[in-house]
């Protein structure tokens, strides 16, 4: 069979102008969702710093209650992670500045050198306190403004009270969690799997075709994948963090427990894709011919992998996506099998993703390795045409002698 030559000279040009938009293109779509996922964070800071400031100023009476809107805001920030802590640390951060400055404040009084020397105590202070690092920022920015802003005689505590009612706003505001970050975990597994199902179908398409370029073209379009998984563990952390916030949506913990146990093995079905697409690209780099059934059973592989990622969506039975799984895996002991080494690295390559998405849908590892048969023939010994009386193996799984899958 003819070599196929590497990119074409001619098409080099437009592939550089491609790779050197994408990331542009890519970093513009990316700030956009961003955008939008931080959206319910942007109006909860706000609403919050508003009440914390009409609470201080209005039924309080403090004068200047710059400090009520200022801990709101901190304290909740812009993600779930930790945010009963950073209540906390705000609060305390601003209880030792407060303190420490309005003292230090009455016996050296203000100035450049009083600010360095107030701001290394209250730092040094948060530090033996073993705080973390947003404690002991807050109590140097603390320091400063109480420094700089000398409150009136007999309202220094009010600063303090400030904080504490800003504190108070934002924990009440952090057990007002919507339901968007506790079905984003979800979604962004759906859209994982379904990066892996792309894989594969641009995968089975090169095998098919040998061509170098569509098998780059694959290649260089699934390099994208680690901002797939960069998402879904962001998603997953942040599903965690606000269901610990918030005593109000305890029963979607199973969900979300469910979605965190299967995050590893939708990433390696996602590398075992990669490794896959790479291996089409050698054999088809050095012009070896890749036997057709192993283009079907790829392209099978991705239609089961889309059924896997619409019942994440849903949140429906993986039993279908489970059963069209273990009917491929069933199918590849029964390939023409070929003496080229790419052609045996494919096939185990396509049987080590399957295992993964099998697992994707709830089984065991015991399981998804039994559900692959032994490869019993010897490279060669069935002939060109073996796949041609080939049917389909029907392994129905008992979804009660397995475990329940996240979409179960």
Known sequence: MERHPPLLTERLPAVLLDRALRPGRRSLRARFVRLRDKGWHVAQAAVAAGIAWWIAADLLGHAMPFFAPIAAVVSLGTTYSQRLRRVAEVTAGVAIGVFLSDNLVHHIGTGGWQIAVIVALSMSAALLLDAGVLLVAQAAVVSIVVTIFVAPPGHALTRWSDAVVGGAVALVAATVVPQAPLRRPRHKAADAVDAVAGILRGTASSARTGDIHVSA?????????????????????????????????RRHRDDLDAIAD???????????????????????????????????????????????????????????????????????????????????????????????????????????????????????????????????????????????????
């Open 217 to 249: 073209e694959v290649l260089d379009k699934a390099r994208d994948v680690e901002d797939v998984l960069r998402e879904l563990r962001d998603a997953a952390e942040e599903g965690r963090s606000a269901l610990r916030s918030s005593p109000f949506r």
């Open 262 to 408: 299967v995050v590893v093995h939708i990433t390696r079905s996602l590398r075992s894709s990669m490794w896959l697409i790479r291996r089409v690209v050698v054999a088809a780099y050095h012009g070896e011919e890749i036997p057709a059934s192993y283009g079907t059973l790829i392209d099978d592989t991705a239609v089961a992998a889309a059924q896997v990622a619409d019942a994440l969506r849903h949140d429906t039975s993986m039993a279908e996506a489970r059963n069209a799984l273990a009917r491929v895996a069933a199918r590849t002991a029964r390939v023409t099998r070929t003496s080229l080494l790419s052609s045996e690295v494919i096939l185990a390559q396509l049987r080590s993703t399957i295992v993964e998405l099998l697992q994707v849908t709830g089984m065991e590892m015991d399981d998804a390795v039994g559900a692959l048969p032994v490869l019993r023939e010897r490279i060669g010994e069935r002939g060109p045409d073996a796949d041609a009386d080939d049917r389909p193996v029907v392994v129905d799984v008992d979804e009660e002698a397995r475990p329940s899958s996240p979409g179960a």
